[in-house]
């Protein structure tokens, strides 16, 4: 049994939404507490949360801590090293950032390193802690690949915190822009994928540079044991923070169709104008993939952004921002978008193809249905995507329904491949392939040697996928 298994079976039944959490952690704190109960403020404040964060969580409508924020802060607090695991949206950029901020000392340094995969994660957490903090008084810098040193260097000499991908906080370091020697917590968000990317080495290099004593937390809504290696020689008794690990089914639902590979994109078409969708991300493993679908797109009049790995950083910010903002509805998206990134009103995921890797297809539909919001995954199936669907089944327990195809209207698609104008621009963080020697998996879902592409014999027939099946 692997290590999200063994986790699984040892849940819980997954637990309610965030209202639903919220009212069982009222009553909670009511028979726990019934004499000082009129005394507490807020939940945050009984978890030791002072005034100042509760103020702009207040601000925030974030008025009552997740499970795993339950879970996870009194244990950060307290100084202990932590694996923290739960669902997709069910906020763990506040399990850890609350405490953190809490911790801060001021005027004391650079105290706290937070490493995430992505350029537009690391943008993401800094800006979620300094609206956490917003009362508080505290410098954060941001450092990723993609763009100049310069502002960063200045940036960093000033920060309490620095949020930033591997690769770029390598450089620093190595530059010595860096000084790590006072950090008193790391943490890395989305550990897996950082070293299922290859960024091991450059994790354990940063990590070198840190005291031996410094606290160090992980989090992620899958930790597979990629991790092990960073938990055995990084962590002093990590204690593991677990919440509800499963999206909630009557939150995110979850459909396939079953379609020719060449019919994919007039059905793709037909359900965007047919669903009700607000904001909508597809996705598709690889980069060609991305710009033939958002140019077709384009084609049929459906106005959309692409983003993926090899796109400049100001485009890729860009685009992120007009998603964000409701300029552009539509987000084409590789897996670059897949991981972490929190964008409100998300309400389709359409997964144009399916990845290689299991657990991304976890990840990409977590992108709606998030804080107790709802929304809807439709993966589109053709043969090619058999045995990445079958992995998933596997792996994972998800109630995915076939729906029947239903006529839509057979549209042309322009499969020619184009450069785009940044196709040469630096690879994914502006770092050189140097671990593609040794088979890790490009971060736009290219296949690592060491997950060699199952040859599909003519013959083979998917297996007979009803409703429910893989729950
Ligand atoms: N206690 C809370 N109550 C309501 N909303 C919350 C709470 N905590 C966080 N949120 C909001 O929930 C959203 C999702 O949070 P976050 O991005 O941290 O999720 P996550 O668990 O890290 O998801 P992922 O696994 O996709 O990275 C954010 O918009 C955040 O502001
Ligand atoms: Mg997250």
Not at 6 to 27: K, T
Not at 341 to 365: G, T
Request: neutral net charge; proline residues 5%; glycine residues 6%.
């Amino acid at each position: 049994m692997n290590q999200e298994q063994s986790a699984l079976r040892q849940q819980p039944e997954p637990q309610g939404n965030i209202n639903r959490e919220q009212q069982q952690y009222q009553e909670d704190v009511k028979v726990e507490h019934p004499r000082i109960e009129s005394s507490i403020e807020s939940p945050f404040q009984a978890l030791g949360i002072r005034p100042e964060l509760v103020r702009a969580l207040r601000e925030l409508e974030i008025t009552t801590p997740t499970l795993i924020q339950q879970k996870a802060i009194p244990l950060i607090k307290a100084g202990k090293d932590l694996i923290g695991m739960s669902r997709t949206g069910s906020g763990k950029t506040a399990a850890f950032g609350l405490p953190i901020l809490e911790n801060l000392r001021p005027q004391a340094g650079l105290q706290v390193l937070i490493m995430a995969p992505t350029r537009e994660l690391a943008v993401q957490i800094g800006d979620e802690l300094r609206k956490f903090g917003k009362y508080l008084h505290f410098r954060l810098a941001t450092v990723y690949g993609g763009v100049s040193l310069g502002p960063q260097i200045e940036q960093i000499s000033r920060a309490d915190i620095v949020v930033g991908t591997p690769g770029r906080l390598k450089d620093h370091l190595n530059r010595q822009n860096l000084n790590l020697s006072h950090l008193t917590c790391t943490v890395l968000d989305e550990a897996d994928k950082m070293v299922e990317m290859g960024f091991i080495e450059d994790i354990e290099y940063i990590l070198s540079y840190t005291p031996e004593k410094r606290q160090m937390l992980l989090f992620g809504a899958t930790i597979s044991k990629e991790i092990d290696h960073l938990t055995e020689r990084f962590m002093h008794a990590p204690v593991t923070a677990e919440a509800e690990a499963q999206v909630q089914e009557e939150l995110l639902e979850q459909f396939y169709y079953n379609v020719q590979h060449h019919e994919k994109f007039s059905l793709l078409v037909h359900l965007l104008k047919k669903e009700a969708t607000q904001r909508v991300i597809i996705f598709c493993s690889a980069r060609s993939t991305v710009e033939l679908v958002s140019r077709n797109l384009q084609l049929q009049g459906l106005r959309n952004e692409m983003i993926h790995g090899k796109l400049s950083q100001n485009r890729r910010l860009n685009v992120i921002e007009k998603f964000h903002c409701g300029q552009a509805p539509i987000l084409v998206a590789s897996a670059v978008a897949a991981r972490g990134l929190d964008i409100k009103d998300v309400s389709h995921i359409f997964n144009y193809d399916l990845s290689a890797d299991p657990q991304e297809y976890i990840h990409r539909i977590g992108r709606t249905a998030r804080a107790g919001e709802s929304g809807k995954a439709i993966t589109l199936l053709s043969q090619k995507d058999f045995q990445a669907f079958g992995d998933i089944l596997n792996r994972f327990r998800v109630n995915i329904q076939e729906l029947p195809l239903e006529p839509f209207a057979r549209l042309r698609f322009d499969a020619r491949r184009f450069d785009s104008e940044e196709n040469s621009s630096r690879s994914y963080h502006g770092r050189s392939d140097q671990n593609a020697h040794r088979g890790y998996r490009r971060f736009d879902g290219e296949r690592p040697s060491r997950f060699p592409r199952r040859e599909q014999s003519q013959s083979y027939q998917p297996p007979r996928w009803g409703s429910g099946w893989g729950k």
